[in-house]
């Protein structure tokens, strides 16, 4: 007899958007959140388990046999404990390139603040120093254009191409270090010192590992120019936070934007969220989130459960 399949989704506020019911009869269950301590009781009996960022490890997955896909919402898999999964026979499946244009567009949305001085402007404005002034502007701080500066990529999948794209439409000259081979012709790969001492924005576009984790220290902020600015809207541990707010409070470089922190939510003593400078912008982890981005990213995830279900895994992680 075939059992039909059991679906849990474990943090289903993480999503504001529709999702479809999957193509196959099943049951359905979904809480808006999921502590760690409920993972087990939760997910008891289910054989489909979501997940945006709940933590499934060795140690849960243990106590959940009958547990055979883990349909991971959102790209990233930090959470899930993928040599477990494979040991255990989950497939594991997460969702690929579905904010091609929201994180692209948030991240030159953090440059051109920066580099526009909106924050100093602004609070210039909120002060009344503009209508104070003898002049019909305020020039207290210098602006630099995207047009003609050197705007670096570490990375270059889908989000770091859809980054260079908008960077060459603002005029910037676009080099990348990468592993792979760049085979865009107007993008040059450079070493990994040139990167960093030469670009007037370095951005961020990895995934999180033993490789890659603060790999953006205290010794790489130094090599930077001083006028650079760091974009983060990729993973918050690729980045020393402490050795950031060290270096943007003592000029080492020009500013920096990020959307990503190392522990999500932050604590309060979190040395970012505790930093007050204009040339800081920290948003809450929203440059995937548009909504065009969630839809998306809904029935992308609806598609890989379906394909288990068919046989035909996509997506696979483990």
Request: hydrophobic fraction near 50%; glycine fraction near 6%.
């Amino acid at each position: 007899m075939t059992t039909t399949p059991s679906i849990v989704f474990l943090d289903r506020d993480s999503l504001h958007a529709t999702l479809r019911p999957p193509a196959f009869a099943h049951t359905w269950r979904e809480h808006a959140a999921t502590a760690p301590a409920e993972v087990v009781a939760r997910l008891r009996g289910a054989s489909i388990a979501i997940s945006n960022k709940v933590p499934l490890r060795a140690a849960e997955l243990a106590q959940l046999p009958e547990l055979k896909m883990i349909a991971v919402a959102a790209t990233g898999s930090d959470n899930i404990d993928l040599a477990a999964c494979r040991e255990r026979g989950i497939v594991v499946s997460n969702i690929r390139d579905y904010a091609v244009a929201s994180v692209p567009e948030h991240c030159l949305a953090l440059i051109l603040a920066l580099r526009r001085r909106l924050l100093d402007y602004r609070a210039d404005v909120e002060a009344g120093r503009w209508q104070a002034s003898q002049r019909f502007c305020l020039l207290d701080h210098p602006i630099r254009d995207l047009a003609g500066s050197r705007l670096g990529l570490l990375g270059y999948g889908a989000l770091g191409k859809a980054v260079a794209k908008l960077g060459r439409a603002f005029g910037m000259e676009v080099c990348v270090h990468t592993r792979s081979p760049v085979a865009d012709a107007d993008v040059r790969a450079v070493s990994w010192d040139e990167l960093l001492e030469t670009s007037d924005v370095l951005s961020l576009h990895l995934p999180l590992g033993a490789q890659t984790r603060n790999i953006i220290g205290a010794a790489e902020l130094a090599r930077m120019q001083r006028h650079a600015l760091l974009i983060n809207t990729a993973r918050g541990g690729l980045v020393d936070e402490a050795a950031l707010a060290a270096a943007l409070r003592a000029g080492v470089i020009g500013g920096a934007g990020f959307d990503v922190l190392t522990q999500e939510p932050p604590p309060a003593d979190n040395v970012l969220l505790n930093l007050r400078l204009p040339n800081f912008i920290l948003t809450p982890h929203t440059a995937w989130a548009s909504g065009q981005a969630m839809q998306a990213l809904a029935d992308q995830l609806i598609d890989n459960v379906e394909a288990f279900q068919a046989g035909r895994p996509r997506n696979v992680l483990a």
